[in-house]
């Protein structure tokens, strides 16, 4: 944009300056022309004066003319020539042209003659006859001088052409500074961070998107807080029933069916308590990092009696050494939860399960059912076997909110293959 606008600058000074000059380059040129037609005038009228002394003398004085010829035809100066009545040519030699013979009829004048110049005649009456003193301007004493002229225009409109860019390179920076400064804030807006905002600056344009953008920035910040407290509320009215079916819970004569009971109510009270806390946290903090082999050890067992009373083989390749992603560790339960559990949920009992992490923070969950549907694979809220269809959306999400990416496909059991790189969590921020 900046170029552009320098461009604009360039191109508009330039036409201003072509309008303003070449018309002054002209009228210098005509005024050379007019200053050394006048002084070869004035020359002419003065070896006229001499001249008609001369010939009013009679006699040999006529050559009296001769020295006042020779300092007036000096380097550099136009050709000065006397046409005497008795046809002899003092001073520089010259033909006697029609011209010549127009002046001797008494008048005196200028033209062009067809090699250029100019020409300037004056009649000198004698006693009997008239003389006829003639001076001749070539090309380059015409216009002599000019050349300067056009060279100082030249050094004037490239004064101007630099003076007008360097104001439009300043105009420029601010504009394309203001402009860059919003995009900047927008692109904070874009990850998450909804304290930016934007400062007016700039034209009266640019600061009128500036206050809408902080207004947007506003209201989606008001609006994402009116969801979290919204979420939080509808999880905090689920600790009721939890209360009530734990009391029933302990109210079982049956000892380890009550501690079982117990222990899965305690679990989904804090998988409530998750959700409260999810929902109530800022949309940015810092940088959260996990370790992807440690969760994922932990779910598996979590999951692994289920598994067991279900005559699954569940298979786990996950290294000892940690493998640290830039996902919180809430999450990362989260996930592991939806995969594995829509393996225990949506394919038939005794079907194969294998989780494996990578050092590289890759995490594969396979199984050995009937794979995927290709038309709803994916599909956020979409589910061929009847449940809400968010579990991949979850994974797809959490995986992208890092920098990484979701890919499904067949796996070697035979069912369904699910891939997740976590990023390093640029996406995040």
């Known amino acids: 944009m900046r170029r552009q606008l320098l461009l ?63 300092g007036a035809n000096g380097a550099g100066l136009p050709r000065t020539s006397v046409f005497l009545p008795d046809g002899d040519v003092l001073g520089a030699a010259a033909p006697v042209t029609r011209a010549v013979k127009l002046a001797r009829t008494g008048k005196a004048f200028t033209y062009e003659p067809d090699g250029g110049g100019r020409m300037v005649l004056v009649p000198v009456q004698g006693v009997e006859r008239t003389a006829v003193v003639q001076v001749a301007v070539s090309e380059g004493q015409l216009y002599d001088g000019t050349l300067a002229s056009w060279l100082g225009l030249a050094g004037l409109g490239a004064g101007l052409m630099l003076v007008g860019l360097l104001v439009a390179d300043r105009l420029a920076a601010r504009l394309v500074g203001a402009t860059r400064r919003l995009a900047g804030v927008a692109d904070r807006l874009a990850g998450g961070d909804l304290s930016a905002r934007a400062e007016p600056a700039g034209p009266p344009e640019l600061r009128l998107v500036a206050g809408e953008l902080n207004n947007l920035a506003g209201r989606i910040d008001g609006f994402l807080t009116v969801e979290r407290e919204n979420a939080a509320d509808l999880a905090h009215r689920l600790r009721t029933p939890l209360a009530a079916l734990r009391l029933d819970a302990e109210g079982l004569r049956d000892a380890r069916e009550a501690e079982r009971i117990a222990a899965g109510v305690a679990g989904l009270e ?16 810092g940088e959260a990092r996990s370790d992807l082999a440690a969760v994922a050890r932990e779910r598996v067992a ?87 269809g968010l579990g991949l959306d979850i994974a797809r999400r959490t995986a992208e909110e890092s920098g990484g990416e979701v890919t499904l496909g067949r796996a070697a059991e035979g069912g369904a293959l699910v891939t997740i790189r976590f990023g390093d969590g640029i996406a995040s921020q």
Do not use: C, K
């Not at 191109?11 to 037609?37: D, E, F, I, K, Y």
């Not at 804090?270 to 940015?284: N, T």
């Not at 919180?328 to 079907?351: K, P, Q, R, S």
């Open 8 to 70: 604009l600058t360039a191109a508009t000074t330039a036409l201003v300056l072509v309008a303003l000059l070449v018309p002054l380059g002209l009228l210098a040129r005509s005024q050379a022309a007019n200053r050394a037609t006048a002084d070869a005038a004035q020359r002419a009228q003065s070896i006229a004066a001499v001249t008609g002394q001369a010939l009013a003398r009679g006699g040999g004085g006529v050559r009296t003319v001769e020295p006042v010829l020779a």
């Open 270 to 285: 804090r998988g409530v308590d998750d959700v409260i806390r999810a929902a109530r946290r800022p949309l940015r903090e």
């Open 302 to 388: 979590f999951w692994a009696p289920l598994a067991e009373d279900q005559g699954r083989a569940v298979v786990v390749a996950v290294p000892e050494a940690a493998v640290p992603v830039p996902v919180e560790e809430g999450e990362l339960g989260a996930v592991l939860d939806a995969l594995i559990g829509n393996v225990l949920d949506h394919t038939a009992a005794g079907v194969g399960l294998r989780v494996a992490v990578t050092a590289g923070g890759e995490l594969v969950v396979a199984d050995g059912g009937e794979g995927f549907a290709e038309a709803t694979a994916g599909e956020r809220g979409v589910s061929g076997d009847g449940s809400t």
